[in-house]
Structure formats: C-alpha cells, structure tokens
C-alpha cells in the first residue's frame, strides 16, 4: 500500500496518522478500504446517469466534516465495511454486469491509493465503462495523480469560495483554496467528450449546492464558474439543500451570526435569484435543479436499500452483501 498512508498526507488535513499501522486519520479510516453501499444510481445528472443509472459506489469516511452532510451516517459515523482490493474489483465488475453507464467513486479522497489498485484490477479483469471521481475538492492534485491514469470523468464540488463558510459550516477555512487548485488541476487534465448516445465519457462537472441564506457565496462560485471553467466544464447547481440531524437553531450557540442557520430549504426568491444569476454570468453548458422541497430522496445507509427505489436500486450493502441479487 502507497506510503502516503504513513504518516498520512493524502489530503490538505495533513492529519499524520499512521493509518498503515491501524491508526485512524482526520477521515476516519485506516489503510483498510471500506465501502457502504453500491447501487445502479438514477439521480445524477443526465449524461451520467444515462438509460441504464450510474454505479456508485459509497467509500465510508470522509476529510471534511460538512454540517449538513446527507450522507452522515458513512462519511461521520462509521458504517460500512472492508473490503480487499479483489472484492472491490470484482463489485466494480458486478455493477457493469448490472448493465451501469459508469462505476461513480463516492467521496473517495482519503482512498485513493487502494481505489487506484482496485480499478486497476478491474480494468485487467474487463471493466471497461468510464469511472467517475465524486468528490468534495478538498484533496491536493498530488493525491489527484495517483488516479489520474484511471479515472475518465471529475465530478467535484465547489462549496463556496468563502474562507468563513468553509470554517464555519465545512470544517475547513483552506477549503477554498484547495478546491479551487485541485478543480484547475481537473480542467487541464479531461476535457469534455461525449459518446454517440451522450453520455460523458471525459470532462469535469463541477457541482455546487445552493444554502439557504447565503447566496453570496453562490454568486462568487457562479462567477468564479464563468470566469474560470465556462467552456472547459459543465456545471450542475443543485437546490437540494435539506436540514438534517435535528439543525435547527436552537441546535447552535447564541453567538452564531442571524440569518443562515440552515434550518429550512432554499425558498423560491432565493431559487430565482440563483436563475438569474445564471443569465447575469451567461452560463448555459451545465444543469440546475428544480425548486421541490422534500426529504424523500435522503439516503439512509443502515437499510439495504438506502435510497428510494425511484432513484435507486441496490447492488450491495455493508450488511448483506449482495443481496437480492444473484451473487456473481
């Protein structure tokens, strides 16, 4: 295994632990490569998700320590499960059996050396859809290039360009700096490229979720967007914000600044102010969601099924394995 591992320098947290030694990291997990979940996944943007879904896989763990996280119980609470580089080569095979458009790595900066392994195997075992990088952009373009030569398509977020919010709502105040090198890092290493049915097989989406309360931020990764990635990117703007784990104020210190707490969806002024935007900077190559407050689509990752079936179907499960499906 890579020895970034000991001490661990794998992402800007720089936490050097000694995660070959059995240690855990700033992330949470040791050298071991641990997965949640795998599922033929049909909520992703249309040129990933295709006619058949995306396969994305759920690493457990995570560098950053989002607030809002939909996704607390894998990235903050420990579940999931380890599996050797083999097993996991042979998953990425199974949802390409499941006839998925792409194998979508979940969240997967503090693995990137055995995720690099693993689709190694695969690939030399006949995975041969493209394989997405979903992650948050917090992550150093050293880490990038260990996955560089197996990796077809960037997915990465761009939360906000504000030191302050990153502080506050991300753990992470440098998280604006890192982000935006590592997106560059992305833009010069695919460009966009589709195949005859439109779907990416190269190129970089870069996601960005809209928070209530501050649209200031929004503006600036908008403007950063069109100044910086229009031509080069597609972008996605997603208005899914939800409140989750009880955030509501009375959750948070008397101190903590009024408005923006985070307790409510993003409203209708605030989705037309976002819209407009969209004009303002003439931004037309990329997808933005439609304004439906709900909850339904929240994943919860102790069940089999962690998503809706509407949106998901589950090939495998930190608990039961392959389950309903014949196993390979």
């Not at 720089?14 to 855990?24: F, I, M, Q, S, V």
């Not at 006839?99 to 990137?112: D, F, P, R, Y």
């Not at 910086?228 to 104020?249: F, N, W």
């Not at 935007?277 to 709900?294: K, N, R, S």
């Given at each position: 295994?890579?020895?970034?591992?000991?001490?661990?320098?794998?992402?800007?947290?720089?936490?050097?632990?000694?995660?070959?030694?059995?240690?855990?990291?700033?992330?949470?997990?040791?050298?071991?490569?641990?997965?949640?979940?795998?599922?033929?996944?049909?909520?992703?943007?249309?040129?990933?998700?295709?006619?058949?879904?995306?396969?994305?896989?759920?690493?457990?763990?995570?560098?950053?320590?989002?607030?809002?996280?939909?996704?607390?119980?894998?990235?903050?609470?420990?579940?999931?499960?380890?599996?050797?580089?083999?097993?996991?080569?042979?998953?990425?095979?199974?949802?390409?059996?499941?006839?998925?458009?792409?194998?979508?790595?979940?969240?997967?900066?503090?693995?990137?050396?055995?995720?690099?392994?693993?689709?190694?195997?695969?690939?030399?075992?006949?995975?041969?859809?493209?394989?997405?990088?979903?992650s948050s952009a917090y992550e150093l373009?050293?880490?990038?290039?260990?996955?560089?030569?197996?990796?077809?398509?960037?997915?990465?977020?761009?939360?906000?360009?504000?030191?302050?919010?990153?502080?506050?709502?991300?753990?992470?105040?440098?998280?604006?700096?890192?982000?935006?090198?590592?997106?560059?890092?992305?833009?010069?290493?695919?460009?966009?490229?589709?195949?005859?049915?439109?779907?990416?097989?190269?190129?970089?989406?870069?996601?960005?979720?809209?928070?209530?309360?501050?649209?200031?931020?929004?503006?600036?990764?908008?403007?950063?967007?069109?100044?910086?990635?229009?031509?080069?990117?597609?972008?996605?703007?997603?208005?899914?914000?939800?409140?989750?784990?009880?955030?509501?104020?009375?959750?948070?210190?008397?101190?903590?600044?009024?408005?923006?707490?985070?307790?409510?969806?993003?409203?209708?002024?605030?989705?037309?102010?976002?819209?407009?935007?969209?004009?303002?900077?003439?931004?037309?190559?990329?997808?933005?969601?439609?304004?439906?407050?709900?909850?339904?689509?929240?994943?919860?990752?102790?069940?089999?099924?962690?998503?809706?079936?509407?949106?998901?179907?589950?090939?495998?499960?930190?608990?039961?394995?392959?389950?309903?499906?014949?196993?390979?």
């Open positions: 295994m890579h020895t970034k591992y000991t001490p661990c320098t794998l992402c800007p947290r720089n936490c050097g632990a000694d995660r070959l030694g059995g240690k855990t990291g700033y992330c949470g997990e040791t050298a071991a490569l641990r997965i949640a979940a795998a599922s033929i996944h049909r909520g992703e943007e249309p040129p990933i998700t295709g006619s058949g879904g995306s396969g994305t896989i759920f690493i457990s763990g995570c560098n950053l320590g989002c607030r809002f996280c939909q996704n607390h119980q894998i990235s903050q609470e420990g579940m999931g499960k380890t599996l050797t580089l083999e097993a996991f080569a042979r998953l990425c095979l199974v949802l390409q059996q499941q006839e998925a458009e792409n194998i979508n790595l979940v969240t997967g900066s503090h693995a990137a050396p055995a995720l690099a392994i693993g689709i190694q195997q695969a690939r030399s075992l006949g995975l041969s859809i493209p394989v997405l990088w979903n373009p050293a880490t990038l290039s260990l996955m560089e030569s197996v990796l077809d398509v960037y997915l990465p977020d761009l939360k906000t360009l504000d030191p302050a919010l990153g502080d506050r709502f991300f753990n992470a105040p440098d998280y604006p700096e890192h982000a935006e090198k590592a997106i560059l890092w992305m833009l010069e290493k695919r460009r966009l490229r589709f195949n005859a049915t439109q779907r990416l097989v190269s190129g970089v989406i870069i996601r960005h979720l809209v928070l209530p309360d501050y649209l200031e931020s929004t503006k600036g990764v908008l403007q950063w967007f069109a100044e910086k990635a229009q031509g080069r990117a597609l972008i996605s703007v997603m208005m899914q914000y939800t409140p989750v784990r009880g955030d509501t104020p009375e959750k948070h210190p008397p101190e903590s600044p009024s408005p923006g707490r985070l307790d409510r969806y993003v409203n209708t002024q605030e989705y037309e102010q976002v819209l407009a935007w969209l004009d303002t900077f003439a931004i037309t190559e990329g997808f933005y969601q439609e304004l439906v407050p709900d909850t339904g689509w929240l994943p919860d990752f102790s069940r089999v099924q962690p998503f809706s079936s509407e949106l998901s179907r589950s090939v495998w499960h930190w608990k039961e394995g392959y389950g309903a499906i014949a196993d390979p």
